[in-house]
């Protein structure tokens, strides 16, 4: 069955690859600036997973990574004229730096107080990216970033979103499907006993949210690039809260969840704003969908339906 199963998820896998090398070949500008855009959010919900769906915690500030990987990227490409590959790996090194601070500090707390933490946090990034005017550009935002001219074409950028997104996507993978990510779901699930059998949980939630951190930078750089621009919104507390239910509606115990629940949040926005200027009110009610009917998401769906469906056959 477990064989089977991780067939039919290869298989998948490997058609949505296909589809996604072959969107430029619709020739639509719009197109592949959705898609593109819907690839970095993907990234962004499954970074998050990381904390709430395999270790248990909920964050609320988890905008501020995303947001500190793209202002290193947009200012060491801009301000100071790096080269492409420099200042990406620099801007995912200046977030593992922030994320590993920060999770000394949460990771002391559980619950309530550490999402609020997190919060906390998240505010003191978008404080200084708005007050800090001279470097951040502050509420008008940092504008004109210098995308190397390798990537400066539609379709080119989109084959570099497509290969660094999916390159992390099977890294993050491979580590929530190792001994650590396993260890990560049983601290989940009763953190006590994974303590009374020697287990440092503390260390493992901190690896947690490291780990989250990281990838949320490597999105938010690509994102900066992307907009050729980088403002304050994308360290403030809705981004978080936003990010958060994409990881709701698509299924947080669900590895793919997230990325499916970015993709159908992201798209029912675009359609919804173009006919009504109610959206708030639109995810208001997706929210509570998903909270009374919905606990698993889109994918916890498509299983019951699944299910129904062999047990009436």
């Given at each position: ?162 290969l660094v997104v ?32 020697g287990v440092n ?113």
């Open positions: 069955m477990t064989d089977a199963m991780s067939r039919s998820t290869m298989a998948g896998c490997l058609m949505s690859l296909a589809m996604l090398v072959a969107v430029p070949l619709f020739h639509s500008a719009y197109v592949i600036d959705v898609v593109t855009e819907i690839l970095i959010y993907a990234l962004f919900a499954l970074s998050l997973n990381v904390i709430i769906g395999y270790s248990g915690n909920v964050s609320f500030g988890h905008a501020a990574y995303f947001a500190i990987g793209g202002y290193t990227n947009a200012i060491l490409l801009t301000t100071y004229g790096w080269a492409l590959v420099p200042s990406f790996v620099v801007s995912i090194f200046v977030t593992i730096v922030a994320a590993s601070f920060v999770a000394y500090f949460c990771t002391r707390l559980t619950d309530i107080y550490f999402a609020m933490l997190t919060l906390a946090f998240s505010m003191l990034v978008w404080a200084i990216a708005f007050k800090w005017r001279s470097v951040t550009g502050g509420d008008d935002g940092f504008v004109g970033i210098l995308v190397p001219e390798l990537i400066n074409h539609r379709v080119h950028f989109y084959y570099f979103t497509l999916t390159a992390a996507i099977v890294l993050l993978w491979l580590i929530c499907h190792s001994a650590f990510g396993r260890t990560l779901v049983a601290v989940r699930e009763n953190t006590v006993r994974a303590g009374f059998i949980t503390r260390l493992m939630r901190w690896w947690a949210f490291v780990i989250a951190g990281t990838f949320a930078g490597i999105a938010g750089a690509i994102f900066a690039m992307f907009h050729r621009g980088m403002y304050v919104e994308s360290a403030f507390w809705t981004q978080s809260a936003t990010v958060l239910i994409m990881t709701l509606l698509g299924g947080m115990f669900s590895f793919f969840g997230p990325a499916i629940g970015a993709a159908a949040l992201f798209i029912l926005e675009r359609v919804t704003n173009e006919y009504t200027e109610y959206w708030p009110t639109v995810l208001g009610a997706i929210l509570l969908v998903i909270l009374l009917f919905l606990p698993d998401g889109l994918v916890g769906l498509v299983r019951k339906v699944r299910n129904y469906v062999g047990r009436t056959n």
